[in-house]
T-cell receptor, first 111, second 110 residues
Framework: DAKTTQPNSMESNEEEPVHLPCNHS???????IHWYRQLPSQGPEYVIH???SNVNNRMASLAIAEDRKSSTLILHRATLRDAAVYYC????????????FGKGTKLSVKP | NAGVTQTPKFQVLKTGQSMTLQCAQD?????MSWYRQDPGMGLRLIHY???????DQGEVPNGYNVSRSTTEDFPLRLLSAAPSQTSVYFC?????????FGPGTRLTVT
């Protein structure tokens, strides 16, 4: 499975945008980029996924580099509830393949 | 929909005991999986299933058995519990590109 590299931790101020980076230089042409987050004492929850084009949903935006070797999860306006560990994962996902989790980025949000 | 449910929420076992962690989903997903999460670590895949009657091993399958007799249920069996199996266990089911996780079972083996 292709590997991802994320910073161990990041800090943000409430109501400011947050850019969470992920490097995946060995990504294959069929790998989707998935983002999940895990709030304290909860199971992971889906955030967003994409293949080549930038993606937006109600939770976040996903910006994918043109060469697909990196991507950035963008939270447009951080809230205290966004404090979580964010995982960047490559693969098919969902019903079509397994998700292999790394250690993720722990995001702290300051009021 | 209840989504993915797991029972029990907490369990303490003695070394050598066996038990079954229950997982059920009501979303008619074919794909289901079990993960374990040790303190300060990411999730590691134990076993997964792509449909009733079909199971396969993940990254860390040793000491665990699974079966999938129905689409809804995917129980995880610990045959002879060891302290190294102390962890939080998450069950998930998948649809298309999204996986849904249960609330977890916190297991302590003494």
């Amino acid at each position: 499975d292709a590997k991802t590299t994320q910073p161990n931790s990041m800090e943000s101020n409430e109501e400011e945008p947050v850019h969470l980076p992920c490097n995946h230089s060995t990504i294959s042409g069929t790998d989707y980029i998935h983002w999940y987050r895990q709030l304290p004492s909860q199971g992971p929850e889906y955030v967003i996924h994409g293949l080549t084009s930038n993606v937006n949903n109600r939770m976040a935006s996903l910006a994918i580099a043109e060469d697909r070797k990196s991507s950035t999860l963008i939270l447009h306006r951080a809230t205290l509830r966004d404090a979580a560990v964010y995982y960047c994962i490559l693969g098919y996902g969902g019903s079509q393949g397994n998700l292999i989790f790394g250690k993720g980025t722990k995001l702290s949000v300051k009021p | 929909n209840a989504g993915v449910t797991q029972t029990p929420k907490f369990q303490v076992l003695k070394t050598g005991q066996s038990m079954t962690l229950q997982c059920a989903q009501d979303m008619n997903h074919e794909y289901m999986s079990w993960y374990r999460q040790d303190p300060g670590m990411g999730l590691r895949l134990i076993h997964y299933s792509v449909g009733a009657g079909i199971t396969d091993q993940g990254e860390v399958p040793n000491g665990y058995n699974v079966s999938r007799s129905t689409t809804e249920d995917f129980p995880l069996r610990l045959l002879s519990a060891a302290p190294s199996q102390t962890s939080v266990y998450f069950c998930a089911s998948g649809d298309s590109f999204e996986q849904y996780f249960g609330p977890g079972t916190r297991l302590t083996v003494t």
